[in-house]
């Protein structure tokens, strides 16, 4: 009961090609097959990437820039008085 028998995955064969038709089943497995190859090109790309980062993050990590916080008045930036710029 735990596994599949192969009269199960005959009726799912059969099930498979009356809902897709069987000329359709070969070009969504050739593109399927493409999305798959495509996908692990990309997964071992990012994972490349991955590796070559964290020297460069841990060099970036290693002198950081103090930022300095400044306090900006509105009224003096905009050049208004701030009694002028509030509605009645």
Known sequence: MGSLSPWHW???AVVVIVLFGAKKLPDAARSLGKSMRIFKSE???MQS???AEPSAIETNT???TPVQS???DPAAATGQ???EARPA
């Open 70 to 72: 400044q306090r900006i």
């Open 49 to 51: 990437e991955t590796k």
């Open 81 to 83: 008085d701030q009694t």
């Open 62 to 64: 290693a002198n950081p």
């Open 10 to 12: 005959a009726i799912l």
């Open 43 to 45: 997964m071992r790309e």
